[in-house]
């Protein structure tokens, strides 16, 4: 998939249309020393399974595309996620 460099859309911010410039989400690193992680170990500790349900066998194909615009009027970012699952990578051009 392939996203322009500069896109039209709505933003919340300043609740009209305009440009943003476009960037792709990435994931952030994981720290074992948040909340949820130190809750999650403490659980898995004691007797009893896994506090999460184990996986299914069956599999989603491809990921959804995260778009972060970034509004040129106000500065502020917000998402876009697309509705479709794709299993080639986004660039933007
Ligand atoms: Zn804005």
């Known amino acids: 998939m392939k996203l322009p460099k500069i ?3 709505y933003c919340p911010h300043c609740r009209r249309h ?3 410039d476009v960037s792709l ?3 952030g690193k994981q720290s074992s020393m948040r909340e949820g992680q130190r809750k ?3 659980v898995k500790k ?3 399974g896994s506090p999460r349900t184990p996986k299914k066998d ?3 194909i491809g990921k959804r595309t995260v778009a972060v615009l ?3 009027n106000c500065g502020k970012k917000h998402q876009k996620v697309y509705r479709a699952r794709s299993r ?3 660039e933007i051009e």
Request: one cysteine or more.
């Open 7 to 9: 896109l039209n859309a």
């Open 18 to 20: 305009g440009g943003h």
């Open 25 to 27: 989400g990435r994931k």
């Open 40 to 42: 999650f170990e403490q």
């Open 46 to 48: 004691g007797y009893k």
């Open 58 to 60: 069956v599999y989603k």
């Open 70 to 72: 970034k509004c040129r």
């Open 88 to 90: 080639k990578r986004t």
